[in-house]
């Protein structure tokens, strides 16, 4: 459809909408209802219309009205340049609430203290007014507050979630064993979980233990793991280990947290057990702006690192030791 000189400059919104609403409403008087305009201000809007493009775009009787020829070539414009406009709107809102808001995550205690303070670093610079809490949590705990609605999102260990919450994979996390510098096994270059538990082993909780010795299992049923001591949290564990009381095992993100310990850190092999991490939302449930945003943010920091870096080795001797 050709429309004439400066045609699409004369055109209004209102008077596309009023276009747009008729033909799918299939006439005047119940698109009258849905605009909250009299059926004559109507015919005045699309007689202004057709004015403007040299066309008519309705054929009226007294018992219908139907697009024109050059009505139903035009409908599918109109309707396209109203569509674009109303994602237009909807993107430039949605961007300035992505400038504020509050999100709420849910992380366990390990993740809390390593990887999560960086991201929330990293994503201010971006979106500065935009407050992120953090709500440090063990495992269940940390789903459960996603569950209830308390956290907009959670990052944990890979578990069986309720129905309500989604999972999904962020990156894994290679177990290594962590000792007293003037542990025998700190001087190996090579430590299997055979020799490991042989040891006095420090573990977290009875949840924690359970899911390695699971990943264990798979490997062989002569893995066999028995702590001498549970703990709730990673530092606990960390302190225990300092003051002789055995070793533990750890993912190798807690490798930043072993150097006020004094504590050394080294790969453990035969088998090679990695700690999967995940993200949890709810599922059906929109997300806010500002909590959308973090989750994406999040995703594109998880998967541009690599799925297994190469475990470092970290040595701090303590005075006297």
Known sequence: MNLPPNAASNITLRQLRAFVVIADSGGFAAASHRLHLTPSALSLLIKEMENILKVRLFDRTTRSTVLSRAGTEFYPLAKKVLEDLARAVETTQDLEQKKRGTVRVACTPLYASTLLPELILKYREQFPAIA?????????????????????????????????????????????????????????????????????????????TSRLQADLFKHSSKLLLAPAHHVSFITTALGMVQWGHGITVQPESALPLLPPFGLVARPLAGPVVYRHLSLFHLKGVELSPAAKSFRDFIRTQMHSRMPAQPTAVTTVRRAGM
């Not at 890979?158 to 999904?168: A, F, G, K, N």
């Not at 270059?189 to 949840?207: F, G, M, N, Y």
């Open 132 to 208: 992120v809490y953090v709500l440090d949590s063990l495992n269940q705990p940390a789903v459960a507050r996603v569950a209830s609605g308390e956290a907009d999102l959670g990052i944990a260990p890979q578990r069986t979630s309720p129905p309500e919450v989604l999972q999904e994979s962020l990156f894994r996390d290679r177990m290594v064993l962590i000792c007293r510098p003037d542990h025998p096994l700190a001087g190996l270059k090579r430590v299997t979980w055979t020799q490991v538990l042989a040891e006095p082993i420090v573990s977290l909780t009875q949840d924690f």
